[in-house]
């Protein structure tokens, strides 16, 4: 059993886990780099829109000099300043050209402040060959052969602005916006704006978002990077190309990258990120040995623990067979001693139970046996008293009748009925019938009331052959009257009312009297017993929780007694049975027959 143990334990257990570690490690691998690589792709596009607003801010900020109307203090603006002053004006020396220079500076200063920190310098480079600039400025003003060169680089593009970087300077951190001032109707070439950008903030953000050893640039118009980490960018072997209005990026066929990057219709910026194919596993690989070698301990260690475990489980089992055989073989007193508080202790504990309950029905089935028999003997006797009782009423009445005393023979007749009711008659019976041995009960009492006893009962037809109980309302109406009409001074009156009705799925049975009712108190007793379920030993309500427990054990939890009660008013009883409890007959068969 054992060996078999251990056989299902490898080859069910150890084998598949080892198959699905390595499953398990192949799609985690997988997975990882899937996931690494979509979360570089949702950055790539984030940092391209952060490039594509940082850079744009910069476009619009220069080109705002051509929307400014009217330069402070003066009727004119930028481009009236532009279009009529000539290269001679600089060197004339005159007041108005001054003036004019003063106010071209100061929008290029205030141009700079808007810029903030990020903005180096601002310079405005006219088509005459006049060089203007901000006062704030983070290195000597660049000559005007270098803002020439700039100028002719936008001329050349025909674009309305162009980013350059300066490769005679060291400065490798900053990029330069080229922006065209032309007039606004003629379009005529006026100069251009030269705004030195410091990429700080933008190295930042991307920095931000870089994962180790990836790289990333960000290039304009498909062009070299306009950001990026040191080296040649053409080492790289990427192609960016201009197709249908977008770049398309692509990568030779051995590149060792993973290669992502970000773009836009109609945007000239793309965003290039290169990570290492390795990088995308990185840790993975110490991981897979950390797995290996954890799953090779816990194998180990796990047939161990297998092992023990079978021998604990088989041992224990042996005995309960070899115990259950001994049992076979009828050794009734054969148990079982098995420690511990598991599954087959449990056995253990359930086969000694069943042996000993076993034996005990034995003993008993054996005893009832015997006083099956003794019953049968003894009922068969009690069916001689019941027919002597009854037959013996029968011989008084008659007698009574014969001597002329028919009230004797009446109440005779009644208890007659009365008691072969509760002798013959079945547990359930009609509405109706029930009725009919109230009535009995009522006559014998019309002779024991001293006063005037009014009897009033309804009872509607879809309810008469309702079954019900047998004797259930004859200890109510006794309770009407014992409790609540002879605590009455002589001469009594007293009304007792019966109605009987069908209430949605529910026959009712009300029986109420103008008796002297109950106290709260008392009611609440009452009330308190019935729904209990308790038997009482109360005589003035033993019967009424007799009748209660009785419909309750026949019909169900949710039918009973309901009592309300007020002093001096008079008490109310309702009874609710099912209206598909089964259904008597006529009552022919419950009929007093002399």
């Known amino acids: 059993m054992i060996r078999r143990l251990l056989a299902t334990y490898l080859f069910f257990i150890v084998i598949p886990l080892a198959a699905v570690t390595g499953v398990g490690y192949s799609l985690y691998k997988n997975g990882m780099e899937n996931q690494v690589a979509?979360?570089?792709?949702?950055?790539?596009?984030?940092?391209?829109?952060?490039?594509?607003?940082?850079f744009d801010n910069y476009v619009r900020l220069a080109g705002s000099v051509m929307l400014d109307e009217k330069v402070a203090g003066t009727t004119y603006s930028v481009i009236d300043i532009l279009g009529g002053r000539k290269p001679e004006d600089a060197l004339s020396g005159g007041f108005e050209a001054y003036d004019q220079a003063q106010k071209i500076q100061f929008i290029l200063n205030n141009l700079l402040n808007k810029g903030g920190g990020a903005l180096n310098t601002v310079y405005l480079y006219t088509d005459g060959g006049e060089r203007f600039y901000s006062n704030r400025t983070r290195h000597e003003p660049y000559s005007p052969d270098t803002l020439a060169e700039f100028a002719d680089r936008l001329r050349e593009s025909e674009r309305e602005w162009i980013f350059v970087q300066n490769d005679a300077s060291a400065n490798r951190e900053s990029v330069y916006l080229v922006r065209r001032i032309g007039q606004p109707f003629t379009h005529a070439y006026l100069g251009c704006i030269v705004m030195e950008i410091h990429l700080s903030e933008l190295a930042d953000t991307i920095r931000m978002?870089?994962?180790?050893?990836?790289?990333?640039y960000v290039l304009w118009n498909g062009t070299r990077p306009v950001y990026g980490p040191e080296g040649n960018w053409a080492d790289t072997g990427?192609?960016?190309?201009?197709?249908?209005?977008?770049?398309?990026?692509?990568?030779?066929?051995?590149?060792?990258?993973?290669l992502s990057s970000a773009t836009a219709a109609e945007s000239e910026w793309t965003v290039v990120s290169l990570l290492p194919q390795n990088r995308l596993s990185s840790g993975i690989d110490q991981v897979r040995n950390w797995i290996m070698a954890a799953a090779g301990l816990s194998i180990l260690l796990s047939i161990a623990i297998a092992y023990g475990m079978a021998v604990g489980i088989a041992n224990p089992v042996k005995r309960v067979r070899n115990a259950m055989r001994k049992f076979e073989a009828q050794l009734l007193s054969t148990r079982v001693t098995v420690q511990g508080r598991d599954e087959v202790a449990e056995l253990a504990v359930g086969f000694n139970h069943m042996a000993e309950r076993l034996q005990s029905l034995i003993d008993q089935v054996y005893r009832a046996e015997i006083a099956e028999k003794d019953a049968q003997l003894r009922a068969l006797q009690a069916q001689i008293h019941p027919h002597f009782l009854h037959n013996t009423l029968e011989s008084i009445r008659m007698l009574a009748e014969i001597r002329g005393a028919s009230d004797v023979g009446e109440m005779t007749r009644a208890l007659g009925v009365l008691f072969r009711a509760a002798t013959e008659y079945s547990t359930l019976i009609p509405v109706e019938v029930e009725w009919n041995l109230v009535r009995q009960y009522l006559l014998i009492q019309e002779y024991r009331f001293d006063g005037t006893l009014t009897v009033d009962a309804s009872i509607e037809p879809e309810v008469r052959n309702v079954l019900v109980p047998k004797l259930t309302l004859q200890p109510i109406v006794e309770n009407c009257i014992q409790h609540g009409l002879m605590p009455r001074r002589a001469p009594r009156e007293g009304m007792i009312r019966l109605r009987a009705y069908r209430e949605s799925e529910f026959a009712i049975v009300e029986v109420m009297d103008d008796g002297v009712g109950m106290s709260a108190e008392a009611l609440r007793e009452l009330v308190a017993r019935l729904q209990s379920d308790e038997a009482s030993d109360d005589g003035e309500s033993v019967g009424l929780t007799n009748v209660h427990r009785r419909i309750r054990l026949q019909c169900g939890r949710e039918y009973g007694l309901s009592v309300t009660s007020a002093p001096n008013v008079g008490t109310r009883i309702v009874i609710r049975l099912p209206m598909d409890k089964g259904r008597g007959g006529s009552g022919d068969e419950y009929s007093d027959r002399r």
């Open 209 to 216: 978002g870089q994962v180790p050893e990836q790289s990333v």
């Open 38 to 54: 979509r979360s570089i792709d949702g950055t790539v596009k984030l940092l391209h829109k952060e490039a594509e607003d940082y």
């Open 238 to 258: 990427i192609a960016v190309e201009n197709r249908d209005g977008r770049m398309q990026v692509t990568a030779p066929e051995e590149h060792r990258y993973l």
